[in-house]
RNA sequence: GAGAUUGUAGCUCAGCUGGUUAGAGCGCCUGAUUGUGGUUCAGGAGGUCGCGGGUUCGAACCCCGUCUUUCUCCCCA
C-alpha cells in the first residue's frame, strides 16, 4: 500500500477553504449577472483540433493531452515510435483539458451561430488545467470567471469591463488594485514607427517586462529579438510616457504617422469618456503603454488587474485578471468577422491575495447551528421531531449519530464550532422542555421548542 | 523546457563528523467525570526518516536516479 499523494499542482479545499472559494466564486458571479451576462459551461475535455494551435507553441506544450483510450498503440508502427514526442503524440491523444474558457467559448459560438442572439454576452466560471510548473500563484488546475461580448465592436463594451472589475473587485471587498488599460494597435503603431513594423509581437512581448527588469535590459532584450540600435533609439519617448500627466496628448504627436496607432489612441479614448460618462467612483484605472501580454489574439484594448496592499503597493501575486479585445477569434474556426472582448478573473489568484492582505470575512463558514445530543436510543428518536422542526424552521441542524458518552458528542460539537446544542434524555422527554445548551458561554436553560427556535436566531 | 531548493509522527520542527532502540511541542486516543466541550492532571498510541538503487562493518545523514515542495527564468490567472 502506497501513501496517498496530490497530482502535482493541485489542491483539495477543505470546509474552510471552500467557504471563503463560495464566497469568491458567488460574488464574481453576481456582479456578472448584474451586467446583463449569461452562463455557459463547457466540458472540461476537448478535442485536440480545437486546442491546439490557438495558444502558441509554448501554449500547445502546456496542454494536458489525454491518452487515447482502449489498445492506444495497437495501430502504431515501428516507425511511429521513432517519431518526434510532437508527431507521436498526434497518433495516441486526440483530446486534452481545457487550457482557457475563451477558445472552448469560440468554439460554441462558431457551433451555435444560427441561434445565439447576437450581441451574445456569456459568463463563465469553470477549472482550466495548464501542464504549467507550479510556484507562487500558479498552479496546473485553477479557477477562472469569464465574461466575453461576442458579436460587436462597440468600445462600450471593453468601458463595461472596466466598471464590472471595479465593481467585482470592490464587492470581494478588495479596495487597493490597479485596472491597466492598453491597445494593441498602439503597440503595432510604436513598431511601425521606429522602423520595425511586423515586429509589433516581439516588441510586445519584450516591452511587457519594463516594470519588472528595467529599461536597460529591455533594451538588450530588444536587440536580442532582431531590433537594431536605430529602432531602440527611437523608443526613447516610450520611456518618459508613463510620467506625464496627458500621456495621449505626447503619444499622439509620436504616433501620428501611425494609422493603426492613432486608431489605437482614438478608441483609448473613448473608453475613458465612457467610463467617465458612467460616473465612475474612484476609478482605479490606468493607461499603460508598456502592458502587452503574450497572448496572440487579442486585436484591440488590453486589459490586466494587479492587487495591491493597504498601503497601495503592488502585491506580488501576478495579475488577478486580465484580457482583451479579439476581433477574429471564431476565424480559427471558420466564421470571420465574429468580434469579442472579455477578461478572465483568476479566484485562486484572487484567493491567495486576500489571504495575504487579511481580506476575507470573518465568520464565513457555513457550519451547523444546533446539535441534537444521542443520548439513547429512546432519546434519539424523541429528538427526532425535534430535529425536523429546528429544520424547518431554516436553520442547519444535526443530531449525533451515535449514543456515545456526552463528552465525546460536546467535544464533536465544540470542534465543529456549533453554537448551540440542544440536550434531550429522560428528563427532558419527562418535562416536554429541551435543554438548550450555548456552547459559547456554557449557559444552560429549560425551554420549549419555540422558545429554543427564538433563542438560537441570535 | 532550464536553474536553484525542500521532504523525519496527523501538524510545526530538532536530530552533532556516518555509530546503540530517531526525539520535542502541538494534536490525537483512554481515564480522572455512567448527563456536559473548552482548562487541568495521569497514562497511551503513532515513524518503511518521500521512493528506488549504490558506497560502507554500519546511512535520516554520503553518491546516483526518481517523485514532491518552494522560488527564479520562460510564459501566464
Known sequence: MSKPSLARGTRDFGPEQMAKRTFILETIRRTFQLYGFQPLETPAIENLSVLMGKYGEEGDQLLFKILNSGDYSNKLTEQDWQLESKELTSKISEKGLRYDLTVPFARYVVMNRGTLPLPFKRYQIQPVWRADRPQKGRYREFYQCDADVVGTDSLLCEAEIVLMLHESLRNLRIPNFRV??????????????????????????????????GKEKVIQELLNRGFTEENVAKLEPIFTLSNQAEPFVALKQWLNPSETGMQGIGELEEIWALVDGFELENPQLEFDVTLARGLSYYTGAIFEVKAHDHDDHPVNMGSISGGGRYDNLTGTFGVDGLSGVGISLGVDRIYDVMEELGLFPADQIQTTRVMLSNFDKKAANYGLKVLKQIREAGFNAEMYPDSVKLKKQLDFADRKQIPFVILIGSQEMESGNLTLKNMKTGEQISVSIVEALEKIKF
Open 180 to 213: 491597466k488599460l492598453n491597445n494593441r494597435k498602439i503597440l503595432s503603431g510604436i513598431s511601425e514607427v521606429i522602423g520595425a513594423p511586423g515586429l509589433e509581437g516581439q516588441f510586445a512581448v519584450a516591452i511587457d517586462k519594463l516594470d519588472k527588469i
